[in-house]
């Protein structure tokens, strides 16, 4: 387990939270040592394939169940809580691609951070409390050193 406090100097740290650490990697010459983490431990049940037929429901209940039966406490924007979902199946799916298609469904990113499952409405940019997120504006005199990489998986992998 990981837990990641960020921040700039001068200013106070934030704690962006744990995370399960899955890879660990060294390189060398000069010494550079990577550590891949997830907010989620996607070695558990989040990933395991399911049966379920899901009738006369809203997408916040829905998205609670999952959370519940995954150990988690789901976090669902307002605006989603209440969609109503009056018939979907989730065919040999993991609860992890399921959410996904939902969420693209619904105009909705998800993820899991601090033990809670994330449903909130894409692009609004405000946190799961529905507190704004702050801007920030960083420019290339504000490190010395970057590097940038994407993948083409969903947001939760399968």
């Known amino acids: 387990m990981l837990t990641l406090w ?3 100097q001068g200013s106070a740290l934030l704690n962006k939270g744990d995370f399960t650490v899955d890879e660990i990697e060294h390189r060398g010459a000069p010494d550079t040592l990577t550590i891949r983490a997830r907010s989620a431990d996607f070695r558990g049940t989040l990933n395991s394939r399911r049966e379920e037929s899901w009738h006369d429901t809203t997408l916040g209940e ?3 169940a999952i959370a519940k039966r ?3 406490t789901a976090s669902v924007a307002d605006s989603l809580k ?15 691609v399921f959410l996904t298609r939902l969420a693209e469904r619904n105009g909705a ?4 951070k601090a033990g ?4 909130l409405k894409a692009g609004s940019a405000v ?3 529905g507190k704004p997120v702050p801007q920030m504006t960083l420019t290339r005199s504000d490190g010395d050193r970057h590097q940038f990489a994407i993948a083409d998986r969903g947001l939760i992998p399968a």
């Not at 990113?109 to 899991?112: D, Q, T, W």
């Not at 809670?116 to 449903?119: A, S, T």
């Open 82 to 96: 209440k969609i109503p979902v009056p018939h979907i199946d989730q065919s040999q799916e993991s609860d992890a």
């Open 62 to 64: 829905l998205v609670s």
């Open 70 to 72: 995954n150990k988690l």
């Open 116 to 119: 809670k499952l994330l449903f």
């Open 127 to 129: 946190t799961a409390s």
């Open 109 to 112: 990113a998800v993820s899991v």
């Open 6 to 8: 960020l921040g700039w």
